[in-house]
């Protein structure tokens, strides 16, 4: 499938690395990677995840078919801006953020008709971030949202969907822009708001380490969080987070309700409902 293919990955960190790692085996004529930390360029090289690592981006560019760019959304519209006109026609671009309304627009206004930009979002991710956390494995079993708009080709768009259903994704979703953002808000967003809150309301005075299970582990594991991405994600995001966090907050206060005036129906009730709800998923 991509064997004559020219593919760059612009930012060889955690997602850069692990969508490297995982191309490298579907055998494209080259991957090259740009960066602006030349160790891991170099490391990069050294691993043979990369055929070539550059810290401009003018040469690769001008001779790649895809272009898969793993930056923050704000550094995603300023890489494009800066390299208008460095793309290769009919070139294939593709990015990983977690934000979509507003991006899109803002950069298909200055795209040549000659180059199509795919906006997609793999759902996978760890908490750790840089080369060195980067794998393959990650991406297994995960879920990729595309967000296909008007001036896209379907064959881009298969593209990318081919690409990603072979490393290792297991669903493909498709839905516009606006849609993935207010679902992101829930499924990703506000769970790491909570996280957070939990992690940081301890007031224990004691070594909570030493007293805590598997549940408290695993609902605060994405709190050890990248504060500048995820600052951007959630301000970038903010009405739609806002309306998530204010309906989680009406939950949270009728429960605390039903505790204070014991409730105990309302307690099964709302137990029921989630047992039934999480075992849908």
């Known amino acids: ?54 810290e401009e981006p003018e040469e690769p560019l001008k001779s790649s078919d895809l272009v898969i760019i793993c930056l923050y959304p704000e550094l995603v519209k300023r890489f494009v ?44 991710g760890r908490e750790k971030k840089g080369l060195e956390y980067s794998s393959s494995e990650v991406f297994q079993g995960a ?34 822009p606006q849609k993935h953002d207010e679902v992101i808000a829930f499924t990703s967003q506000l769970p790491h708001i909570i996280a957070v809150a939990l992690v940081n309301s301890d007031d224990l005075n004691v070594d909570t380490g ?32 806002l309306q998530k966090i204010e309906v989680f907050q009406e939950k949270l206060d009728l429960l605390k309700k039903a505790i204070l005036e014991e409730e105990k129906e309302v307690l099964e009730e709302e137990f029921k409902k989630s047992s039934i709800r999480r075992k849908n998923l």
């Open 1 to 54: 499938m991509l064997e004559k293919l020219n593919i760059t990955i612009v930012g060889l960190g955690l997602v850069g690395g692990s969508f490297a790692k995982a191309l490298k085996a579907l055998n494209p004529q080259n991957i090259w990677a740009i960066d602006i930390d030349k160790e891991s360029l170099q490391k990069g090289e050294e691993m043979g995840i990369i055929d070539r690592g550059y």
């Open 81 to 124: 801006y800066e390299n208008i006109e460095n793309f290769k026609p009919g070139a294939i671009i593709t990015d990983v953020t977690g934000i979509k309304n507003g991006l899109v627009e803002e950069i298909n206004k200055i795209l040549p008709q000659s180059i199509d930009f795919v906006f997609g979002h793999p759902m996978a």
């Open 143 to 176: 879920n990729y949202i595309i967000t296909p708009n008007s001036r896209n080709q379907k064959s881009s768009i298969d593209l990318i969907e081919d690409i990603a259903r072979n490393i290792g994704f297991k669903r493909v979703i498709k839905i516009d």
């Open 210 to 241: 030493s007293v805590v299970g598997d549940s408290y582990r695993e609902l605060t594991r994405i709190a050890q969080i990248n504060e500048k991405l995820w600052s951007e994600l959630f301000i970038g995001n903010k009405e739609n987070l």
